[in-house]
C-alpha cells in the first residue's frame, strides 16, 4: 500500500524569517501527529538558500525536504547553479525536476531533465519528475502524447537497483496557479496511463510502489477527491503550501483518509 505524499513546492516566496517560521511550525504539527507519518509522507520544497535551516528543523522530525531544481552538470564553471554533489552535501533528500516553470521559463529540455535524472541518482537524491500538457496540446487531444513524450526523455537510459527511488507528478500547465483544477477523473485517467507506461518500461512492482502526485491548484477544498482517486498517490502543492494553516488542512485530510 502506498502512503500518501504531501508536497509543498514554495517556487520564489518567503523571505528568511518567514521560512523559519513556517517550517518551525509544521515541525511542531508534525511532531504532535508523529504517530500517523507512516501513512503520509511530508516534503516541503523551499528555495536553496533556506536548505541549511529547513534541514536542521527537520532532522529531528517526520518532514523530508528537497530543493526545486539542480543542475545537469555536475559541476565547474556554471555560474549560478547548483549541483546534485552539493544538495547531497546538506542532506537533501528529493529533488523537483522538470517544473513546468524551468521549462517555460529556462526553456529545459526533456534530454536536460534526464540528465538531471541521472545526476540526482548518482549522488543518492529522490528525483520528483514533473510532467504534464498545456491547455492547447489538452484542447488538441494531445494530452496522451505529450505526457508519454516527457516520460520516456525524462527515463531515457535510467535503470531501477533497490535503492533507486523516483517520483513523478503529474501537473497539468493549465492547472498550475489558475484555480483551475483538473476534474478527479481527468487527473485520475493521466495517472493511471504514467502508471501503465512505468509498468511496461520497467516492472509491476516499480509501477505499484511509485508515488504519483498530482499538482495544479490543489486546495483544503479539493484534496481529499483528488487523493481519493486509485492512482493518486498525493499533491504537490505551490499557492496553497505557503500559508501554515492551509497545508496542515492537507495534511490532516490525508491523515483521516488513511485512518
Ligand atoms: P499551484 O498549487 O499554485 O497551482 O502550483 C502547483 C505547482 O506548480 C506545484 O509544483
Redesign the pocket.
Known amino acids: 500500500m502506498r502512503r500518501y505524499v504531501i508536497a509543498g ?1 514554495w ?1 520564489m516566496n518567503k523571505t528568511f524569517t518567514e521560512a523559519d517560521d513556517f517550517i518551525s511550525d509544521i515541525s511542531e504539527f508534525i511532531d504532535d501527529n508523529e504517530e500517523f507519518m507512516d501513512d503520509v509522507e511530508v516534503l516541503i ?1 523551499p528555495p536553496s538558500l533556506y536548505l541549511e535551516l529547513a534541514t536542521d528543523y527537520t532532522d529531528s522530525t517526520e518532514i523530508f525536504i528537497g530543493a526545486q531544481d539542480v543542475s545537469s552538470h555536475e559541476s565547474g564553471a556554471y555560474t549560478g547553479e547548483i549541483s546534485a554533489e552539493m544538495l547531497n552535501s546538506m542532506e537533501t533528500l528529493f529533488c ?1 525536476v522538470g ?3 524551468r521549462r517555460k521559463y529556462h526553456y529545459e529540455t526533456d534530454e536536460m531533465v534526464n540528465a538531471k535524472v541521472k545526476q540526482l541518482l548518482k549522488n543518492s537524491i529522490s528525483p520528483i519528475i ?1 510532467i504534464g500538457e498545456t491547455e492547447k496540446e489538452r484542447a488538441e487531444n494531445k494530452t496522451d502524447e505529450v505526457i508519454l513524450k516527457q516520460l520516456k526523455g525524462a527515463f531515457e537510459g535510467i535503470d531501477f537497483d533497490e535503492d533507486t527511488d523516483i517520483y513523478l ?1 503529474y ?1 497539468p500547465v493549465w ?4 484555480g483551475k483544477t483538473a476534474t478527479p477523473q481527468m487527473a485520475q485517467e493521466v495517472h493511471a496511463l504514467i502508471r501503465k507506461w512505468i509498468k511496461e518500461r520497467f516492472n509491476e512492482k516499480i509501477s505499484n510502489d511509485m508515488p504519483i502526485l498530482y ?5 483544503p477544498e479539493n484534496i481529499k477527491i483528488l487523493l481519493e482517486q486509485e492512482d493518486i498517490d498525493g499533491a ?6 505557503l500559508i501554515t494553516e492551509k497545508f496542515k488542512a492537507m495534511i490532516t485530510t490525508a491523515i483521516e483518509l488513511k485512518k
Open positions: 513546492n517556487k520544497f523537483l517544473h513546468s516553470e514533473c507528478a501537473e492547472a498550475i496557479g489558475t499538482g495544479g491548484s490543489v486546495k504537490l502543492i505551490g499557492g496553497a503550501s
